[in-house]
């Protein structure tokens, strides 16, 4: 991973992309992000439009959306910054992809509190399903990258897919949701556990019992 | 004035110093990496801590840390010796260990440092990361895996050169610096960032395993590839110079150099003049230089001689030129080879007046018919300050160019210069300190020097401590010639209509020679480029590394370069030229010795003799300012093949067909 990722060849991707443009209903949505920003201050919406850009690539290309570099010279040159600026802001943050992706973006955690309570079963899931890390499957529907942690560690392991994340999964609970988005379906996002609702302990609180019920105040009692 | 103690000495230091400044104010180094005077503090290299109480019980990096009343500093405790070595330690983590054969072997501030402050071993057994090479054009070459990310080339690119092609991407560990999308950097004050450079990732690609630096001589010169001045110095070793590198010097250039300066030396060893040539039957023929002087006393020119100096005359030729001419009875002098004919009655109406230095201080600008940027690139960089760093407004009259800060183009019509629009005249009225620059094109316009000394006087650019009248010219050697008296009022036109029967050029390659052709044609000069195509005699002369002179750049400064290595073959130093001449032709030119034909010179023109400013005394002359309405011509078409020297460089071509033309050489590269 010492080297830059590879970009796909220039030529190709300004002949499809160089004439990006927003559609009516994004430009819209980027002259109101501007406009979050002091006059002058413009370049601070360099990442919600690249998100929106992303977005908007995906939704051409029927995946999660990628940046070719002519649409990120389209963000620049609208917000006035030298390109080099904007292509740092992609090159420094994951969630933007610099090489096209599948339809579905899994992005499996692999840091310890996720591996700790199974984060190898949820990879073997995805790699029995087809998938190899940092690769686009061949039917162009899923896209598998490890990831480091997302601050969902009550709910380990958990990976998330494009906007959702699906959490307390295991090797099965994986294969279903995998299977479900390969059918075209909308799993149920959020917790696995059917014990539980979202980050809540299984079977019920541990501590701080009392609260449950009333606004209970413990510190008498410490 | 806060008042703190560096190692037990207590000093005061000026307001707003950092902790680094005072360490050094109090005569203690401070070892560093990112930190650079002249580039905004980045604070990442961490090779700076020092141990500051009070403040947190940990050393701090002294670099980004002001100082305080009462701040008790120690750069010598047992903390910050463990803090640097620690730095050091992570810093040649992922170092490779090549030094023998990389060329900033010898002026690395690694090694220099990790000698220094270093722990002398290694604790560290994994792999080391490698990075590939990027490509950054024909002047920068990479070998990123040494890159240790201070980031100085970045902020270079952004804040003097204003080429915003440089940045780190990725994150990290991957964390790389390379140009956008590996393209050359379009600029041309890039080689710069192989000086910033701490280390040997960015190093410079035609001196690529050249010479170590203990082997090369080191002789301080003035650069003549334009009328900036740049102060360098310049690398030899044997007979060959190698390289050249800017010094410091905040008046001039800072510490920065032109790519053209820094690389322009390939061409002083090929397409040399090494023999004298005389035409014969229409073609050269090499000859002695007896033959060749028998050839111009053949001429019988008597007082019928005129000469031409090329843009890298120094003073010394064009004196010993002017003492020959006069003493044939001759006045015929002139420098401006393509035809500028401004007036030049007064010379403080063609310098600029207000200093280079200065230039960086004024509020409104007006940029009439130049392209600073390929002109005078350090001047570019001087008014790019004023304008991005200092909020200065510039406006421009001419063609549109990049000039890597905001310019708002008022549109390419000399006449603007007598009616400007209303808001530019406003801005330049109401500023505390305006400025105009015209280049040499504007001048070129019939009435545009007039009309720019009455703008001048009407927006109040003249007043006390400031004077915001400014000619930039290309040519290093236009304020020495001028002062010389290389000046008739008509310009070229007025030699080429007294039909002189011998004409001397002196390293003159851009007169239109059709007009000379009942002229016996002298090249004296150090390169086969036009003017010795054109020939009909050719003296083989020194380049400007080859010998001693003084030269004066735009602003007026008189300047003095030393020799660094000798002509090739039968070449002479343009002095002794004139002087052998002077005894065929049965003239006396007064001098036998450097130092007396410069003793001369300075008799003729005593300002020449004082190095720094000369003083031209502020008296416009009462000039037509009626300018046409007309075009601002060019009169650079190729920033990096404007002379004679640079046209016989590899590097300057390719820097040329690279940058300039689009030629696709990366691939080569490899």
Known sequence: ?222 | MPKVTVDGVELDVPQGATVLQACELAGKEIPRFCYHERLSIAGNCRMCLVEVSPGPPKPQASCALPTAEGQVIKTDSPMVKKAREGVMEFLLINHPLDCPICDQGGECDLQDQSVAYGRGATRYDENKRAVTEKYMGPIVKTVMTRCIQCTRCVRFAEEVAGVEDIGAIGRGENMQITSYLERAVASELSGNVIDLCPVGALTSKPYAFEARPWELTKTLGIDMMDAVGTNVRIDARGRQVLRVLPRVNDDVNEEWASDKTRHHVDGLIRRRLDQPYVRKDGALQPATWAEAFEAIKAANAGASVAAIAGDMADCETMFAAKALVNALGGNLLEGRQTGLDYDVTSLSAVNFNTTIAEAENADVILLVGTNLRWEAPLINTRVRKAAWKKGAKVFGIGAETDLTYKVEWLGNDASLVAKLPKAALDALKGAERPMLIFGGGALSVPGVHGAALDLAKSVGAIKDGWNGFNVVHFSAARMGSLMLGYGLPGGIRDVVAAKPKLAFFLGADEVDFTNFADTLKVYVGHHGDKGAHAADVILPAAAWTEKDFTTVNTEGRVQRSDKAVFAPGDAREDWSIFRALADTLGVSVGFDSFDACRAAMVAVVPALGVEGLADYGWAPPKLPAKPDAREIPSPIKDFYLTNAICRASPTMNRCSEEILHGADYAEAAE
């Open chain 1, 1 to 222: 991973m010492a080297d830059a990722p590879q970009i796909p060849d220039e030529t190709e991707v300004r002949a499809r992309w160089g004439a990006f443009a927003w559609t009516a209903e994004n430009a819209e949505k980027a002259k109101s992000i501007i406009a979050r920003y002091p006059a002058g201050r413009q370049r601070s919406a360099v990442m919600p439009l690249l998100d929106l850009a992303q977005r908007q690539v995906g939704a051409e290309t029927q995946t999660q959306g990628w940046l070719p570099v002519p649409v990120i010279e389209y963000v620049a040159a609208q917000l006035d910054m030298p390109y080099m600026r904007a292509y740092e802001v992609v090159t420094f943050y994951t969630m933007y992809n610099l090489v096209p992706v599948g339809r579905y973006h899994v992005q499996v955690c692999g840091t310890t509190p996720c591996l700790l309570r199974g984060s190898d079963d949820v990879m073997a899931a995805c790699k029995n399903r087809g998938m190899t890390k940092g690769k686009t499957t061949p039917d162009g529907l899923f896209t598998l990258t490890e990831v480091e942690c997302m601050g969902t560690c009550t709910n380990a392991p958990m990976v998330q897919i494009n906007d959702d994340n699906f959490e307390d999964l295991d090797y099965d609970s994986m294969t279903r949701i995998l299977e479900a988005l390969a059918a075209g379906e909308q799993p149920k996002t959020g917790t696995q556990n059917p014990k539980r609702l979202t980050s809540d302990p299984e079977g019920g609180p541990t501590s701080l019992k009392d609260m449950v019920s009333a606004n209970h105040d413990y510190r008498k009692e410490w």
